[in-house]
């Protein structure tokens, strides 16, 4: 097998190179695939030869994989055809072999250089490889018309691919028989995400068709579009032209003639002649007369008979006449319309203007600005070919349709989009995908082979390195649970003293800042009458109470005992006495009661500072001192100080609410 198979595979490669028929893209994969053939074969000598050989393949490779991957402003097509135009013979980039088999053959030589190791990954690549040429093989059975490049190679390529591969398997097998069961995780787990590059590559590239196909078609529907719109403008135009010798009320002169056809020959370079014709069908004026002086003089009716039923609408019947596409006397096919001209009363046709327009001189004004490198477009009268515009060597195997209007007989115009022009504007996410997700299943298996082959020997370090983890972790959790306990009270689970400090200190600078200090009225009653237990859940549901009133203006706080503080950043005196009103009328309405039944209720004491250096002593002294007028005054109130001031640090009398 390790000889038959390379010879074989060499034999269908050259087959293909012979062939007449083959496409560029499929000799170009035939003419890498037989260097790779050879570069299968194991000399006894010249061994190194054989890897400057397989090197060289690899570098070939990768430009033609980098040409599907690099946008068209890096690199463009005519880049690529002026590197390749110093190879010997006519080649250009038709001969890229298709992106997947480009990819498979790029797997199974980078295989071969690696010398088939475990640990760089070849069964992988090998792996990958085969799917490369499965998905072609697919494609051939799935393949579309609207294909702008050649997804698969022939199936006699793909037979020559697969005998590579085959040969390489064997060789793997041979050689590594005993560590291959033992491959089974990372070759799985490298598989899954190239299996899935692979498919979201053949989705990609199926809706990149699809989109190039729907743009080119509705860009040569806009072509189609004007092409019939120009008609009927110079229709209109002629019908202008028409009236204008309505108003004489006999045939023009030749002056007059000369000097009104020519602005209109002017305007539509497309106009062979116009022509005035009597009602004998005697053509008496023609402009340009420079190569039409033998039709002056002409009767149509004898020597135009295929125009003759236009001609008699106009003449006879006084209503528009089109020939519809003729070959014209000038050797080209074209239309000649005809319209009536009648005398100012409209009693009489005094005779007919003839409009001979040349359909390939009309393709080639109104199609002067496409490029004809992106695109052909080509005029029929049923299967008669009446003009085209553009020739392309290479185009895909697109032609939109479309049928338009042309004198009021149907015409139809084929765009035909070429290739290179499909590629400058293909996007290069397919590839660019396809490219990353291999990667990365390479870069997997590598990580996983070599986790799998250190497992055994690190085993103990692993386990006394969870151990260890998890003594971390206990204690990282433990240090939390120390700092939340250090900065919040146990009980409410509110902020403790010392964060309600750090949390002045922090706002040192805000202006202005109130401080709310909250005590219980008469709690020393709950405790002896009802318990310590009952105590403690009344607190947390003050506690409860003062975090939803204070919420996101500020921070509520246990300070000891029944004591309550808030710290307000931004609250001036006002809104500060309108929360804590908020606060003591929501602890007075909780259901919290006495043992004789009276509401649970709180005295507040505020202080606010507007201006000046912070100092927490003396601003707390002042809650505090409003605190003890609260409880003066009867309790179940709110009290507060005037706002200190830098000039005398002191507060004014109490007010109360």
């Known amino acids: ?29 035939a003419v890498l695939l037989a260097v790779l053939a050879v ?11 054989r890897a400057w050989l397989l090197r060289a393949l690899l570098l070939v490779l990768l430009l033609v994989m980098a040409s599907y991957l690099l946008p068209e402003y890096w690199l463009s097509i005519g880049h690529w055809n002026a590197w390749l135009s110093a190879l010997p013979g006519d080649i250009d980039y038709r001969w890229r072999p298709p992106a997947l088999m480009t990819l498979a053959l790029l797997l199974l030589a980078a295989s071969l250089q690696l010398n088939l190791r475990l640990a760089l990954g070849a069964p992988l690549l090998l792996t990958l490889s085969g799917l490369a040429l499965l998905t072609q093989a697919l494609d051939q059975l799935w393949a579309t018309s609207i294909w702008v490049l050649d997804h698969a190679a022939s199936p006699s390529l793909l037979a020559a691919a697969g005998c590579l591969l085959a ?3 064997s060789l793997l097998i041979q050689r590594r028989r005993e560590q291959l069961p033992g491959l089974r995780r990372p070759l799985l787990a490298g598989l899954a995400p190239g299996l899935v590059a692979l498919l979201f590559w053949h989705q990609q590239t199926t809706l990149e068709d699809r989109r190039q196909y729907h743009a080119s078609a509705a860009q040569s529907r806009a072509l189609a579009e004007d092409f019939e719109r120009e008609n009927a403008d110079h229709l209109a135009a002629m019908r202008r032209f028409v009236s204008f010798w309505e108003l004489y009320d006999a045939p023009p002169s030749e002056a007059a003639w000369a000097r009104q056809a020519s602005r209109y020959h002017q305007d539509y370079r497309y106009f062979l002649n116009i022509a005035f014709i009597l009602p004998s069908s005697e053509i008496i004026r023609v402009f340009p ?7 002056l003089g002409a009767r149509l009716f004898d020597d135009q008979p295929a125009g003759r039923p236009a001609l008699s609408e106009a003449l006879i019947h006084g209503r528009e006449g089109s020939t519809g596409a003729i070959d014209l006397l000038q050797g080209v096919p074209g239309i000649i319309h005809y319209l009536p001209v009648r005398s100012s009363n409209g009693n009489e046709i005094l005779g007919a203007t003839a409009m001979v327009v040349s359909l390939p001189a009309l393709l080639d004004t109104l199609f002067d600005g496409i490029d004809t490198r992106a695109q052909a477009l080509r005029l029929y009268a049923g299967e008669q070919l009446l003009g085209e515009v553009g020739r392309l060597d290479d185009r895909v195997n697109w032609r939109h349709r479309f049928s338009i209007d042309v004198g009021g007989q149907p015409l139809l115009l084929d765009a035909l989009p070429g290739r290179s022009a499909l590629l400058m504007q293909r996007a290069r996410l397919p590839e660019v995908g396809l490219l990353m997700g291999l990667t990365f299943a390479y870069l997997l298996y590598l990580v996983l082979f070599a986790y799998q082959r250190l497992a055994g020997q690190h085993r103990a370090a692993h386990h006394t390195n969870q151990e260890l983890r998890r003594e971390v972790q206990a204690r990282s959790i433990l240090q939390r649970e120390v700092e939340w306990m250090a900065r919040h009270d146990e009980l409410t689970e509110l902020p403790n003293r010392r964060l309600f400090m750090e949390t002045l200190d922090a706002n040192a ?3 202005p800042l109130s401080v709310l200090i909250c005590d219980v009225d008469h709690f020393k009653r709950i405790n002896d009458h009802l318990g310590h237990l009952a105590g403690d859940r009344y607190l947390r549901h003050i506690g409860e109470v003062g975090r939803e009133v204070i919420g996101e203006q500020g921070l509520f706080a246990r300070y000891g005992g029944e004591e309550f503080v808030a710290c307000l950043p931004g609250s001036d005196a006002k809104q500060a006495e309108q929360l804590a009103e908020r606060l003591r009328q929501a602890i007075h309405q909780a259901d919290l009661l006495h043992h004789d039944g009276q509401r649970l209720s709180v005295s507040i004491g505020i202080a606010t500072q507007v201006q ?13 001192e409003a605190l003890y007028g609260a409880k003066a005054g ?15 640090g002191t507060c004014d009398p109490l007010s109360t609410r």
């Open 612 to 624: 000046g250096a912070l100092d927490i002593g003396q601003l707390m002294q002042v809650a505090d």
């Open 509 to 511: 600078e805000r202006r």
């Open 634 to 648: 009867g309790r179940n109130r709110v009290v507060s100080g005037r706002p200190l001031t830098l000039s005398d």
């Open 167 to 169: 040969v390489q398997a």
């Open 289 to 295: 007369l420079a190569g039409n002086e033998n039709a």
């Open 39 to 49: 570069g299968h074969w194991q000399p006894e000598r010249g061994w190194r030869l």
């Open 1 to 29: 097998m390790t000889r038959i198979g390379p010879l074989l595979a060499l034999t269908l490669a050259l087959l293909t190179l012979l062939r007449q028929d083959a496409e560029p893209a499929q000799h170009g994969s």
